[in-house]
């Protein structure tokens, strides 16, 4: 998701109407590169898709007016050893999930060589060329294994 306060990357009044959010949404699925290839394509600005509507009709978004930093981190420290300390962690997902969408995660368990590994194979892919890519990218609900944007593109307000 891309919020943007500034009023200059507003959808202009005049040009709402004339926006086509379907075919930006189809034209960008059927590159099935996913936003790596719009960067790889020389993109030099967020497509519409990608900015949250409440913040183009100038709605406050989630956590848009407070700071990166005070993105939620979350310490699953011995969540696995007390019941009142698993209520409270449970309790503070709940709370970042519906104020920011997402939080970061501490003390988790997984070891950094597993999570930096798995950072390694993504980026390995994406790296790839795009033919390459492409036979991996997929709608298919039933497929185990698929690379795509958004498993919701054609419903969500947004990409991202």
Do not use: C
């Not at 960067?39 to 989630?62: C, H, N, S, Y």
């Not at 950072?119 to 298919?140: L, M, N, V």
């Not at 294994?145 to 054609?154: H, Q």
């Amino acid at each position: 998701m891309v919020s943007n306060s500034r009023s200059s990357d507003k959808i202009p009044a005049e040009k709402v109407s004339d926006y086509d959010r379907e075919s930006e949404v189809k034209s960008f699925d059927d590159t099935k590169l996913g936003v790596k290839g719009l960067v790889d394509a020389g993109l030099t600005k967020i497509p519409w898709m990608f900015i949250e509507e409440r913040q183009t009709t100038g709605m406050i978004t989630r956590g848009s007016t407070e700071s990166p930093e005070s993105v939620p981190v979350i310490d699953f420290k011995d969540m696995d050893k007390d019941k009142a300390v698993r209520t409270q962690i449970t309790k503070k997902v709940g709370e970042a999930s519906e104020k920011w969408d997402f939080f970061q995660v501490v003390n988790h368990g997984i070891p950094d060589s597993v999570l930096n590994g798995i950072i390694d194979g993504i980026r390995r892919f994406h790296e790839q060329d795009a033919e390459t890519k492409k036979e991996w990218y997929s709608r298919d609900p039933q497929k185990k294994v698929k690379f795509n944007s958004n498993f919701d593109l054609y419903q969500s307000r947004m990409a991202n």
